[in-house]
């Protein structure tokens, strides 16, 4: 069961489309399930593939299985491989840009907040005019990173696994105040605001 619900999140975060989705399904050991007793599975078998309404339905289903997390977890990974196995600086810029792109200031992540400031090391020229960095050394760090991060998700069995891992707050006061420093001026106003919101509670 867990195997059918990272394949939606992969159709879902478009690691494979929902052509490939069906071809896996249809030849999976799912359908030698009974249906009757697992609902789940009933409800993705009858989705009429061939219809445009197909993604929406089974994003329906989705809806009822995962929050954003889960998405946005599974999204990092995807994206994290994409970046290991590339060769083109644009390719690299390209697969981070698809993290970050519809980041949310509400989730506490401090990966997804390493991408998002790692992204403007690609594009803020200020910044990295400022950082003395070169392409080379982003693009090093980006590959590093992306790889320390699928080695945290290696021994992940399930999704809630993956999200546990990513969205761990940022509990160490100095170490956060530490990755505020490192971040372009453009997020730190954000981020201290968020900072000092969570150190009042302690």
């Known amino acids: 069961m867990e195997t059918l619900k990272l394949k939606i999140i992969e159709v879902l975060v478009n690691d494979i489309s929902i052509e490939e989705f069906e071809k896996w399904l249809y030849q999976s050991d799912l359908l030698n399930e009974n249906l009757k007793q697992n609902s789940l599975i009933f409800e993705v078998i009858t989705i009429n593939y061939?219809?445009?309404?197909?993604?929406?339905?089974?994003?329906?289903?989705?809806?009822?299985?995962?929050?954003?997390k889960h998405l946005v977890a599974m999204k990092i990974k995807v994206n994290c491989r994409k970046i290991v196995n590339s060769n083109t600086p644009k390719n690299i810029e390209k697969y981070v840009f698809n993290?970050?792109?519809?980041?949310?200031?509400?989730?506490?992540?401090?990966?997804?907040?390493?991408?998002?400031?790692?992204?403007y090391s690609f594009n803020g020229f200020d910044y990295t005019n400022f950082t003395k960095g070169s392409l080379k050394d982003i693009n090093f760090r980006t590959v590093t990173y992306a790889k320390t991060v699928l080695e945290n998700l290696k021994n992940c069995k399930t999704i809630d696994d993956k999200k546990e891992v990513l969205f761990l707050d940022l509990l160490d006061k100095n170490q956060a105040i530490k990755h505020i420093k490192t971040l372009p001026k453009t997020r730190k106003s954000t981020l201290k605001q968020k900072l000092f919101a969570f150190l009042k509670k302690l």
């Open 50 to 68: 061939r219809k445009e309404t197909a993604l929406k339905e089974l994003k329906n289903i989705a809806s009822t299985l995962f929050d954003e």
């Open 99 to 119: 993290i970050i792109k519809d980041f949310n200031f509400e989730i506490e992540s401090t990966v997804y907040e390493n991408f998002y400031s790692l992204y």
